[in-house]
């Protein structure tokens, strides 16, 4: 599709999920993307490639899933908005680069437009397999925020979400996008010039001497001043200090994992966000997100005509998960049925959150096929 301002467009326009991320990317001020052609997230490489040279920004198709996430920690480090594209097999590649991102507090946004799998597994068609790799992918205690979008439209919303989260937290933040959002064609409405500017944690007032890069005793974390500015640092994959220069010592290390947790669970408010449909009167909460929260609107509207009392808890942010907003929709619900395009990997967090207070139906599709509003309403029917 022909490139077009977003900050002066308003729309609608047509275009698929894919499209939508790397729009939304440039629009968050993206400077630098590297990437390796995977499928089916190529399309957000392909668009940038076009795009962002235009607007002076760097893209690089790299030899690797590996070099890729390297480059992108690095061109943060350098002062640009950066952003990586994948899937699944690529996503596996990424984990130990994500992990030094967590720990130098790097900030950079990946993107992994999920198939299934394991191994090469259905490369063209959906899934939602990889949840659980986003949250323990990478080894050792470490902070991860992710979302998941619904439509084309919540792809480009999400996606300027990602780039201010990460900003603000100095963190790797993810969008999982299965594969259907990511190549299905919809009609998109951009915010309004002005309506959504994405902050940059990048400049101090401290002098050089004065600055530390990392710091363990604030609600957020102190900001990442670009190499070149002549502020030296140290950065370290092993456990450091304020200064950045490593440290072995014990209580430090503690101090650290625990401040590297606490910069999300601090800030619940900035990163959780959750969508509630019918649920002022449902006596059956459904539990959906990304493309099958579709279906599970769907079966919804026709249980409703039917009789049934049906609501909807779809949480955008995937990662933390919401367990005490689900838990406060949950007050009077007689059963939750979670609908999940794997075996389900976060009907134990749905368990959690409800701590056996509620019952929780699984209904999980695997195998490559979309999960159906009439599948869904068959479940409804047997509660």
Not at 33 to 40: Q, V
Not at 64 to 84: P, Q, R
Not at 126 to 142: C, F, I, L, S, Y
Not at 228 to 242: A, I, N, P, Q
């Amino acid at each position: 599709m022909a490139s077009m301002d977003t900050d002066a467009h308003v729309g609608p326009v047509l275009m698929t999920g894919n499209e939508a991320v790397a729009h939304a990317a440039m629009k968050a001020g993206l400077g630098f993307f590297a990437g390796y052609p995977i499928t089916p997230s190529t399309e957000i490489a392909e668009t940038l490639s076009a795009m962002l040279p235009r607007a002076g920004g760097v893209f690089i198709q790299m030899e690797d899933e590996i070099a890729a996430m390297s480059a992108i920690i690095g061109g943060s480090l350098a002062g640009a908005k950066t952003l990586t594209a994948t899937s699944g097999p690529g996503f596996s590649l990424k984990q130990e680069a994500i992990g030094y991102a967590c720990l130098t507090e790097v900030p950079c946004v990946i993107v992994n437009v999920m198939r299934g799998g394991p191994s090469t597994g259905l490369p063209t068609l959906p899934a939602q397999g990889d949840v659980m790799q986003a949250r323990w992918g990478t080894h050792g205690d470490h902070p991860v925020v992710a979302y998941c979008p619904e439509r084309v439209e919540e792809a480009y919303l999400l996606t300027l979400k990602c780039f201010e989260v990460a900003e603000r937290l100095r963190t790797p933040v993810m969008l999982l996008m299965d594969e259907i959002v990511g190549h299905v064609t919809e009609r998109v409405i951009f915010p309004v010039k002005g309506a959504f500017e994405v902050t940059s944690n990048r400049e101090t007032t401290l002098s050089p001497e004065d600055y530390r890069p990392y710091g363990y005793d604030q609600q957020l974390p102190p900001p990442l001043v670009p190499f070149g500015k002549g502020y030296r640092y140290h950065v370290s994959g092993l456990m450091h200090d304020e200064t950045g220069f490593p440290s072995s010592d014990t209580a430090n290390g503690d101090r650290e994992l625990r401040w590297l947790m606490s910069k999300v669970e601090n800030n619940r408010e900035m990163v959780i966000d959750v969508e509630l449909v019918n649920m002022e009167d449902a006596d059956i909460m459904l539990f959906a997100y990304g493309a099958s929260a579709r279906s599970a609107k769907g079966a919804m509207r026709l249980a409703r005509e039917e009789g049934l009392k049906v609501g909807l808890f779809r949480p955008r942010s995937i990662w933390p998960f919401a367990y005490d907003e689900l838990k406060a929709a949950a007050q009077g619900v007689k059963a939750i049925i979670s609908i999940e395009m794997n075996l389900g990997q976060l009907t134990n967090e749905v368990k959690l959150a409800v701590e056996g207070q509620v019952p929780v139906v699984p209904f999980f599709k695997v195998g490559g096929e979309p999960v159906l509003p009439a599948e869904i309403l068959e479940t409804i029917r047997g509660v």
